[in-house]
């Protein structure tokens, strides 16, 4: 289990290099050449990001890619939700059924607890204070 994915950590790192550069336009050929990310997972990664209303894009010569938000507003935990879904540390699931002890059991209640604490935690964190 990861808590962040290839797609998310690239993402993040996408981002912030964005955000470092402000109001100017970053080209998604600029990000590869800084961030040695593969094009082809940094276009995918892009596009879900302009998509889901994240990043701002333009084309044709000049274009490129600005926050549609200002970093106090992206939340680490809407870019996990983006590439990875709901997170969730366990599904209880047993040979892809839901588990018949799921009501009972004593772990997941252990288990539940801790995801709760480690959403309560990366709620906090925004794209202003991954700039620092």
Not at 56 to 65: N, P
Not at 75 to 82: G, H, V, Y
């Amino acid at each position: 289990m990861k808590l962040i994915t290839r797609d998310t950590d690239y993402a993040i790192r996408a981002l912030v290099f964005i955000a470092h550069h402000k109001d100017k336009r970053i080209s998604a050929s600029h990000l590869v050449q800084e961030l040695k990310i593969p094009r082809p997972f940094l276009r995918k990664i892009l596009q879900m990001l302009h998509k889901k209303g994240v990043l701002i894009s333009y084309k044709g010569q000049g274009g490129g890619f600005l926050l549609a938000n200002s970093p106090q507003r992206i939340f680490l935990t809407d870019l996990i939700e983006i590439f990875q879904g709901p997170l969730k540390i366990n599904e209880c699931i047993f040979k892809k059924k839901i588990c018949p002890n799921r009501n009972t059991c004593s772990l997941r209640r252990k288990i539940s607890s801790i995801e709760k604490q480690v959403l309560s935690g990366l709620r906090f964190i925004t794209l202003a204070s991954l700039l620092n």
